[in-house]
């Protein structure tokens, strides 16, 4: 076979700008952040209650 001396090499990929990467960056580093704030917010638990058992539920009580 012969190379087709019509066919061009595909361009390569500009870079991002620095700023925008910086930007990229910081906002990941952000969402991050918050998502780990909220996750820790929403499952902590007070040390003094953490040794007590939770109240049962009426309907559990009721079947027996």
Do not use: F, K, N, Y
Not at 4 to 20: H, K, Y
């Amino acid at each position: 076979m012969s190379a087709d001396s019509s066919a061009t090499p595909a361009a390569a990929p500009t870079p991002l700008p620095e700023r925008a990467a910086i930007a990229i960056l910081g906002s990941m580093i952000l969402l991050i952040v918050a998502l780990t704030l909220i996750l820790v917010q929403t499952t902590w638990v007070h040390p003094a209650s953490a040794s007590q058992t939770p109240p049962a539920e009426a309907e559990h009580l009721a079947g027996r």
